[in-house]
């Protein structure tokens, strides 16, 4: 990367997390906010951007198209799906900072509907699950059951504490095999009482 575009990236960088502390925090965001704790001219924020609300839009559009490129790999394509979640696990820590708020607290809005649509339109494709089957019934079903795997899967890749290994498991488990028994053969964890059966 040459002089000039790493100095690019430098100065964007401190727009957006200038960007992301007045967010966080839930402060009024505006240019002169920005480039005071950026330490930017003010030209300098137009020249990258037109308004504030663009620098979010760009981050969107950046996490977005991470994940994208992170399901559609070519481990994906070879069904290495382990790999797959290693890939995703990475990409989220990497991006932990805006991912948790956006996605997991639900304050990107619209993209967090987007995003777990996205992953789970590519779930339900790798495991074979239909759920648009035309039956009312049944699509809510399959639509319940996708909903809960993928806020599963987030939780786990935003987790700093479950190994890699676990995520992978825990996925792969509750598919194959339902969640008791994986809890209990495969990760040790027990319930303590048994389920009475309706």
């Known amino acids: 990367m040459g002089q000039y575009k790493e100095a690019r990236e430098r100065t964007k960088a401190k727009i957006e997390d200038a960007y992301w502390d007045l967010m966080i925090n839930?402060?009024?965001i505006t240019v002169k906010k920005i480039i005071e704790k950026a330490g930017i001219h003010k030209s300098t924020f137009y020249y990258y951007y037109e308004w504030v609300d663009d620098v979010?839009?760009?981050?969107?559009?950046?996490?977005?198209?991470?994940?994208?490129?992170?399901?559609e790999s070519k481990h994906r394509d070879k069904g290495d799906f382990q790999h797959v979640m290693?890939?995703?696990r990475k990409?989220?820590?990497?991006?932990?900072?805006?991912?948790?708020?956006l996605v997991l607290e639900q304050r990107g809005g619209e993209f967090a509907v987007n995003y777990r649509e996205y992953i789970k339109e590519?779930?339900?494709?790798?495991?074979?699950?239909?759920?648009?089957?035309?039956?009312?019934?049944?699509?809510?079903?399959a639509n319940c059951v996708l909903a809960g795997l993928?806020?599963?899967?987030?939780?786990?890749?935003?987790?700093?504490?479950?190994?890699?290994?676990?995520?992978?498991?825990?996925?792969?488990g509750i598919i194959n095999k339902g969640v008791?028994?994986?809890?209990?053969?495969?990760?040790?964890?027990?319930?303590?009482?048994?389920?009475e059966s309706f």
């Open 26 to 28: 839930n402060e009024r």
């Open 56 to 71: 979010l839009v760009e981050i969107k559009a950046r996490m977005m198209n991470l994940l994208v490129s992170t399901v």
């Open 86 to 88: 290693i890939e995703m």
């Open 91 to 101: 990409m989220f820590q990497e991006n932990r900072k805006y991912l948790v708020p």
């Open 122 to 141: 590519h779930f339900a494709e790798d495991i074979g699950l239909d759920y648009k089957t035309g039956n009312d019934v049944k699509n809510d079903v």
């Open 150 to 172: 993928v806020e599963i899967m987030l939780y786990e890749l935003s987790s700093e504490i479950i190994p890699d290994e676990f995520t992978y498991k825990i996925g792969d």
């Open 180 to 195: 008791a028994l994986t809890l209990n053969e495969d990760l040790n964890i027990k319930f303590g009482r048994e389920m």
